[in-house]
């Protein structure tokens, strides 16, 4: 199986447009930082799979220069993006990330790309507090998925439904028709509902690259477990954090 890492993005962000390209740490974007987190697994090639919208141009022509490989679908079925975001790339294995996630633990993507190595299972996710990573606002996870099983929910969904929007929503509500594997996140997170360190407000992006900077000066390698030690020893952080959250499921 030829296993690819595809990150969904776009310009178009309705709360922080641009986001993805707003600076962040040092000298790089948020894009380029996740990016460099990802180039860090060894033997899959990452692919940014953006829309043909022209507000995505300016995103293109960055990536590019950087020396990324850049896909461009359509900007609502993002199913069909990421089925022929693979497909243009020769993958049949799918590491599905979100671009606002500077804090993906690349740890935890080796670990998906190893599982699914040794797997047949159509689906393969974390899993935190009974549900998948995927719906929740910690920001630290991947996704595995078959690019044959997202061909199945293409000709078995219609356009303009969930299923075409979040790519793999239909896969894991659907147990019984698909093979779906978990991943246990660690115990020390488990129960946590206070950690929000996906980007989707300016409040977001303001507690993120605080709390960024602040481990990267203590640790260049700082780990899952030092971003918990830290939030427990910042108060003030996490309550904005707890605030944005319970604003955001309004």
Same mark, same amino acid.
């Given at each position: @199986?030829?296993?690819?890492?595809?990150?969904?993005? /776009? @310009?178009?962000?309705? /709360?922080?447009?641009?986001?993805?390209?707003? &600076?962040?740490?040092?000298?790089?974007?948020?894009?380029?930082?996740?990016?460099?987190?990802?180039? %860090?697994?060894?033997?899959?090639?990452?692919?940014?799979?953006? +829309?043909?919208?022209?507000?995505?141009?300016? !995103?293109? /022509?960055?990536?590019?220069?950087?020396?990324?490989?850049?896909? $461009?679908?359509?900007?609502?079925?993002?199913?069909?993006? =990421?089925?022929?975001?693979?497909?243009?790339?020769?993958?049949?294995?799918?590491? $599905?990330?979100? #671009?606002?996630?500077? =804090? @993906?633990?690349?740890?935890?993507?080796?670990?998906?790309?190893?599982?699914?190595?040794? #797997?047949?299972?159509?689906? *393969?996710? =974390? $899993?935190?507090?009974? %549900?998948?990573?995927?719906?929740?606002?910690?920001?630290?996870?991947?996704?595995?998925? /078959?690019?044959?099983?997202?061909? $199945?929910?293409?000709?078995?969904?219609?356009?303009?439904?969930?299923?075409?929007?979040?790519?793999?929503?239909?896969?894991?509500?659907?147990?019984?028709?698909?093979?779906?594997?978990?991943?246990?996140?660690?115990?020390?997170? &488990?129960?946590?509902?206070?950690?929000? !360190?996906?980007?989707?407000?300016?409040?977001?992006?303001?507690?993120? !690259?605080?709390?960024? +900077?602040? !481990?990267?000066? &203590?640790?260049?390698? =700082?780990?899952?477990?030092?971003?918990?030690?830290?939030?427990?020893?910042?108060?003030?952080?996490? &309550?904005? @954090? *707890?605030?944005?959250?319970?604003?955001?499921?309004?």
């Amino acid at each position: @199986m030829n296993i690819g890492i595809i990150v969904q993005a /776009r @310009m178009g962000s309705t /709360r922080l447009p641009g986001k993805i390209l707003k &600076q962040f740490y040092g000298d790089k974007t948020l894009l380029e930082t996740l990016l460099e987190n990802l180039h %860090k697994v060894q033997g899959s090639k990452v692919i940014v799979a953006t +829309s043909v919208n022209e507000n995505n141009d300016q !995103l293109e /022509r960055f990536l590019t220069e950087k020396g990324e490989l850049v896909f $461009r679908g359509s900007e609502n079925d993002v199913l069909d993006r =990421f089925i022929k975001a693979a497909e243009a790339n020769n993958v049949d294995g799918i590491v $599905r990330i979100c #671009s606002d996630n500077p =804090f @993906m633990d690349w740890h935890g993507i080796a670990q998906l790309v190893e599982k699914a190595k040794a #797997s047949d299972a159509d689906y *393969i996710g =974390f $899993r935190i507090n009974d %549900k998948p990573s995927i719906l929740t606002h910690f920001g630290f996870w991947g996704e595995f998925v /078959r690019l044959s099983a997202l061909k $199945r929910v293409a000709k078995t969904t219609e356009e303009g439904t969930p299923a075409h929007e979040h790519v793999t929503y239909h896969i894991y509500n659907h147990p019984d028709e698909y093979k779906c594997e978990w991943i246990i996140c660690p115990d020390f997170l &488990q129960g946590r509902n206070d950690i929000r !360190l996906t980007i989707d407000t300016p409040e977001d992006l303001v507690n993120a !690259l605080k709390v960024y +900077s602040d !481990l990267k000066a &203590q640790d260049e390698n =700082f780990t899952l477990q030092d971003v918990v030690d830290y939030l427990d020893s910042h108060e003030d952080i996490k &309550q904005s @954090m *707890i605030s944005n959250i319970f604003q955001n499921k309004k």
